[in-house]
């Protein structure tokens, strides 16, 4: 049993949270579950660029080289002495299994050693969460989750509980980006650049939508990405160079059209009375500003965060389990790292 420091409340607490899902290795400490003292994330990218893609074995081993570093940097900018610390929180899954472990381990034998509580947290719950770190959030509150690992419109009907209403039944968006960013000759994570030449782009190709049922809130992104691909083999076959900005805006529309169309439907059949955008491709700039018209339209306030707290990083983890220490919700020591991991069981109400 993990004797308690001080009493989970609203009183002044410091949290030391860790990210290593994927290839970020990330460590922030946010005071009161709000406020960011300081939030390092060193990034892999560069290494597994050449692989054109993540390359797990080699995520794990990049994490144990600098996970001690980034911790001591992050302390270091919170101008904060270890001992200061109140809780630990760290990344517990979805993600790569051993990317996970590394950040896991590191985070134990901190609470360990400091004699002070453990929260395994939810990835995700940390995209959405760090929508909290720029505003109030109001309950229901309709999450748009794009990610390069997933695509989810989760209903939240209180603070920190979660319902899945939608999701991908194929590629994440950010995976769709980064496969047609491949095939338009874009480096390794392409879904910038994609946005960006679409963001210049002077004609479209027209693409398909894949709206599935018509009551359906769930998505399908892999025959869009094989239309990209074929579009560019029939102008070849034809001799013709293809048009990679139209196919780009072609792309992006499509995407941008589905996602948004069944957000603003969702929120309004579950009457949310807020829309929140989160995940790696929320720093996408066509759909930043599609659901700020749409939502604006509505009558609906919409929060997205900054792009760097967009992309992975340690102080959305933070941001999801200061709903956990409110809670007085604790992980044992020997809690596991759960490289599939239920978003709604969870939930604070769970
Ligand atoms: O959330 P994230 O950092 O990692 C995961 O948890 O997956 O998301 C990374 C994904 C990559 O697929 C990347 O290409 C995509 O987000 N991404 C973008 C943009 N910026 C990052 N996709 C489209 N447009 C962007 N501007
Ligand atoms: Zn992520």
Not at 55 to 69: F, L, M
Not at 93 to 118: F, M, N, Q, R
Not at 133 to 151: F, K, N, R, W
Not at 289 to 308: D, K, V, Y
Request: charge should be negative; glycine fraction near 8%; proline fraction near 5%.
């Amino acid at each position: 049993m993990i004797q308690l420091k001080n009493e989970p409340s609203s009183s002044p607490y410091l949290m030391l949270a860790i990210e290593t899902s994927c290839d970020e290795t990330s460590v922030a400490v946010v005071r009161n579950g709000r406020e960011v003292l300081s939030n390092i994330v060193s990034s892999q990218i560069e290494t597994h660029r050449k692989f054109g893609g993540v390359v797990p074995e080699i995520a794990s081993r990049k994490h144990v080289e600098s996970i001690t570093v980034i911790i001591e940097e992050a302390i270091a900018e919170a101008a904060i002495s270890l001992e200061e610390i109140d809780v630990i929180a760290v990344t517990q899954g979805p993600g790569l299994v051993g990317a996970l472990l590394v950040g896991v381990v590191a985070a134990k034998s901190l609470a360990l050693a400091l004699d002070i509580p453990l929260i395994g947290t939810h990835h995700i719950a940390g995209h959405i969460y760090a929508n909290h770190l720029v505003g109030d959030i109001e309950y229901p509150s309709l999450a748009l989750v794009v990610s390069g690992g997933h695509t989810e419109i989760v209903l939240l009907e209180s603070e920190g509980n979660f319902r899945i209403i939608g999701r991908t039944r194929d590629d994440a968006v950010g995976e769709a980006y980064d496969k047609v960013a491949r095939a338009l000759q874009f480096p390794y994570p392409g879904g910038p650049y994609v946005d960006r030449l679409a963001q210049s782009a002077e004609d479209e190709v027209v693409l398909p939508r894949a709206w599935l049922e018509p009551d359906s809130f769930d998505f399908s992104f892999s025959g869009l990405k094989s239309a990209v691909l074929s579009e560019i083999n029939r102008s070849r076959m034809k001799g013709e160079s293809p048009d990679f900005s139209a196919l780009a805006r072609g792309f992006q529309q499509s995407v941008i059209d589905v996602v948004t169309s069944k957000t603003m439907r969702a929120a309004k059949e579950l009457g949310a009375k807020q829309v929140l955008l989160c995940g790696g491709v929320a720093a996408n700039q066509g759909l930043r500003e599609r659901l700020t018209t749409m939502c604006t339209e509505a009558g609906l306030p919409l929060l997205i965060p900054p792009h760097s707290l967009c992309t992975d990083n340690a102080a959305m983890i933070a941001a999801a389990a200061d709903l956990k220490w409110r809670h007085k919700q604790f992980s044992s020591l020997d809690f596991k790292a759960e490289p599939v991991f239920s978003l709604e069981e969870w939930s604070v109400g769970k």
